[in-house]
């Protein structure tokens, strides 16, 4: 079976085509992220904006050109935090499916908890000690989702408002971000997030798994800086574990760089610039307020979630 998952984010829109016989794995052929940056001038007015929409369609045309290229059996598109908040959301996901012919399903924020789990589910077959308790995290444009569980089953999980393109429109950027700045953004996360401190307190995970996104950026960075031989053997699965004062070491030198030193900062693409400083603040307060003391990266998230469903013959969350 071949198959292709779009997923329709704030900030990029991502396509992975993969194809596979028997589960529990699938054998990935394609992956590609394409900017769109819906929520530039209308975030906080729930409105995605015409030069915004124009993004988008040249972007789900240019997935759609590999996509028909590798003939999947099966293909469907997933739109997040942009789109169900929009007061035009569903207006353009029409549009998209009307022109295209794929079906585009607007989730809401359990529903994609749901499938960035599975996904991260997917990843771990090459870490068979991650047996216990753990948090999952996706950094998003819209959204940030938080799960807990372990590999059976979910104890909680909650979609966050709280997505860097949220706080880039809130807080607009200063390079190096200042103490004063640092000070606002965390202020405002102690206000909107007190569930996951409450969680945190029930259930108490000492390991958090960054799903895909933010993370695979800092990956990338962590890479460009590390012996070739090493990067070769980090690179041979979908998750790793990374020393969390390793992760942390990357997240204070983005923060504490000016944009030209951003701009040149190796395995940096510039696409990601405007929003990395966001999710390193973001990523260091985490481990501030709540103590995890290991890390594992996984590149998966909610697209290998889809396709490790429809391998399964789940049905949507």
Known sequence: MRAAVLDLGTNTFNLLIAEWETPPSFHLLYRSVLPVKLGRGGIHQNIILPEAEERAFMAFGRHMEMVRSYAPGRVAAFATSAFRSAINGS??????????????????????????????????????????????????????????????????KKSFP????????????????????????????????????????????????????????LYEILQARTSPEDVENRASSYARPIEKDILLSVTHQVVSSTKEELERMPGLESSRIEMIGYASLFIAYIFRKLAFSRFVHSEFSLKEGVLWRWMHGLSFP
Do not use: C, H
């Open 91 to 156: 207006s353009l996901a029409r549009q998209l499916e009307t022109k295209y012919g794929v079906p585009v399903f607007i989730i809401d924020g359990d529903a994609e908890a749901q499938l960035i789990y599975d996904g991260v589910i997917a990843s771990l077959t090459s870490l068979p000690e991650v047996d216990d308790l753990f948090a999952v995290l996706d950094i998003g444009g819209g959204s940030n989702e938080f799960i807990i569980g372990n590999r059976k089953e979910i104890f909680w």
């Open 162 to 217: 709280t997505g860097m393109a949220r706080l880039l429109a809130l807080f607009p950027p200063v390079y190096p971000f200042s103490s004063f700045q640092k000070k606002q953004i965390e202020d405002y996360l102690d206000s909107t997030m007190k569930e996951l401190f409450e969680a945190f307190d029930t259930y108490r995970p000492s390991l958090l798994i960054g799903a895909s996104g933010a993370f695979d950026t």
